[in-house]
């Protein structure tokens, strides 16, 4: 069932270009990272649930302030394709959050990705994709290689939190897809985040009051939620309405790479060989996938979902 509501708005590479999306999902990619290393400066004053909260929250309402989403004329329909993505959105955060307090953001990232590639293997009917796709788990699991050669010690609880998460993204792509399907602009975008802050808040307020007492930490707060939300979720709600779903999962693979990039500039947590040959991997994937997915289908060939 899923599959066939996302074959329906899937939308022709070769007739529109790659380069525009792709260009949107870099962006996010280096936004969001960046952001999520910020926010590991909010943990000690406002914890993680506190600073999930603020994320969602300053998130919500920047875009609610410069959007005005008129809801008044919402159907049913559109009102539960936010609240699927409002909870997915909170759920993928604050498991998020809670891995990259106890792994490197690199390693968190690279096993949350293993939600996507799941999802965009199943997806995919090109056998090539499906190549491709393998591909990327090998760099995954060199990721996670250096705590089995005793390298390098990953806390079970951070992995198990990345896991979920994975999980999570993989639902927040599925329902952002049927979002931005379902309301035009970003209207819906707002409306979610307003939801997803209501998710989390009766569990992060307390933390979330000690930050917002010192105004070093509110500018923080503010701008956690920019590059990690406000920016990041418009550039990829725009993407997923150019790019086949399964398309988009596989290039979120580049988010290992910017993730253990702004680890190593802002969090100094240390990038060695192992890490360095998985990152090899997953570009040699995101290539692949972008490329094959760039060539026009046959003439009377199905779509692609």
């Known amino acids: 069932m899923t599959g066939q509501v996302l074959s329906r708005t899937r939308i022709p590479l070769h007739r529109n270009g790659i380069g525009t999306p792709l260009a949107m999902i870099l962006g996010s990619c280096l936004s969001l990272q960046f952001g999520a290393a910020l926010a590991v400066a909010l943990f000690p004053i406002a914890g993680v649930l506190g600073t999930t909260t603020l994320r969602l929250a300053f998130a919500a309402l920047i875009l609610v302030v410069a959007i005005r989403p008129r809801v008044g004329g919402w159907t049913t329909a559109q009102w539960r394709a936010a609240g699927a993505y409002g909870v997915a959105l909170a759920a993928m955060n604050t498991a998020f959050y809670a891995a990259i307090d106890r792994i490197p953001l690199g390693t968190a990232v690279a096993i949350e990705f293993l939600g996507p590639l799941g999802l965009a293997a199943i997806l995919s009917r090109r056998r090539l994709d499906l190549v491709w796709v393998a591909v990327a788990p090998c760099g995954m699991g060199i990721l996670g290689a250096e705590s089995l050669f005793g390298l390098a010690h990953l806390d079970p609880v951070g ?23 379902a309301v035009p602009g970003h209207g819906g975008l707002a409306v979610g985040l307003v939801i997803a802050a209501l998710a989390v808040a009766p569990m992060g307020v307390r933390g979330a009051a000690v930050a917002l007492s010192d105004a070093t930490t509110v500018a923080l707060a503010v701008g956690t939620a920019v590059l990690a939300s406000v920016i990041p979720y418009c550039l990829e709600l725009s993407a997923l309405r150019r790019l086949p779903r399964h398309v988009f999962g596989v290039l979120l693979s580049l988010e290992p790479i910017v993730a253990t990039f702004a680890g190593w500039v802002m969090l100094h947590q240390s990038v060695g060989p192992l890490r360095l040959a998985a990152i090899t991997l997953v570009i040699i994937a995101s290539i692949g996938t972008t490329i094959t997915a760039a060539r026009p289908p046959r003439a009377g060939a199905p779509s692609q979902a």
């Not at 999570?168 to 329902?175: F, S």
């Open 159 to 181: 992995v198990a939190f990345a896991c979920i998460a994975g999980l999570c993204w993989a639902g927040y792509i599925l329902t952002s897809a049927r979002l931005g399907a």
